[in-house]
Each structure stands twice: as C-alpha cells, then as structure tokens.
C-alpha cells in the first residue's frame, strides 16, 4: 500500500514542506539574533534578504500544506478497495488509531497555512 501514488506524493510533499519550513525557521532565528531596525550596515541589508526569502520559503511551503489536505482525502477515498471493511474514506481513516488524528492535524495544519497566507498577503499590501 505504501506504493500507492497518493501515499507517495504525500510523503515527498511532507518531506519539502519539512525541509522549506526548516530552512525558514533557521533563517527566522539568524534575524531575530542581529535584527537592528535603525542599523545601515550591510550585515543589516543581508538579514532583510533573508527575511524576503524565508517569507518566500513559506509562501511556497504553505500552498502545498493546503493542497496536501485535499490529496490526502482523496487518497483515503481511494483506499477503501484495499483495506476489507472500509467503503469510503472514514472506513479507511477509522481502520487504525491514527487515521482521526491525522486527518485532526491536516486540518489544523491546513487553517493555519491559510490563515498565515492571508495574513502576509494583507501584510504585503
């Protein structure tokens, strides 16, 4: 079942959304050490570039968190073939303890990635 293309795209979709959210968060802790607003210095202008790009790392991460929501109840819809006893999606989500859980957190993930983006969208105006 883990060769499913759901559950594959799933899994590589997690994997850069982990990575890009890192690299942001490292790149959020550098800027709060040595942020100095009044500063002119070049290592100032330096640390503005990297707040431009870690706002782009999750501008880019965050889209694909929303669409991960909609891919994994599709792909829950779609497994209920494979798994005797399941005929929808919630058949295959109550197969285990972990299915309501994670459908909880794709959920709470997927408002918060759209509650961020409107927020830096209104921020960016």
């Known amino acids: 079942m883990i060769q499913h293309p759901g559950i594959l795209a799933l899994g ?17 802790l550098a800027i709060l050490r040595h942020w100095d607003l ?4 070049a290592r100032q202008l330096q640390l503005e570039r990297r707040a431009t790009l870690a706002s782009t790392l999750l501008g880019l ?3 694909l968190q929303l669409a991960s929501l909609f891919l994994f109840l599709h792909t829950a819809d779609e497994l209920h073939g494979r798994l005797s006893g399941a005929m929808c999606a919630a058949g ?18 997927a408002l918060g990635a759209g509650l961020w983006l409107l927020l830096h969208h ?4």
Do not use: C, I, M, Y
């Open 92 to 109: 295959v989500l109550a197969a285990n303890a972990f299915g309501g859980p994670a459908l909880r957190l794709k959920l709470a993930l």
């Open 122 to 125: 209104l921020d960016r105006q």
């Open 61 to 63: 991460a965050l889209p």
């Open 38 to 41: 009044a500063s002119g210095e």
């Open 12 to 28: 590589l979709g997690s994997l850069l959304t982990v990575f890009l959210l890192f690299h942001a968060a490292w790149t959020g």
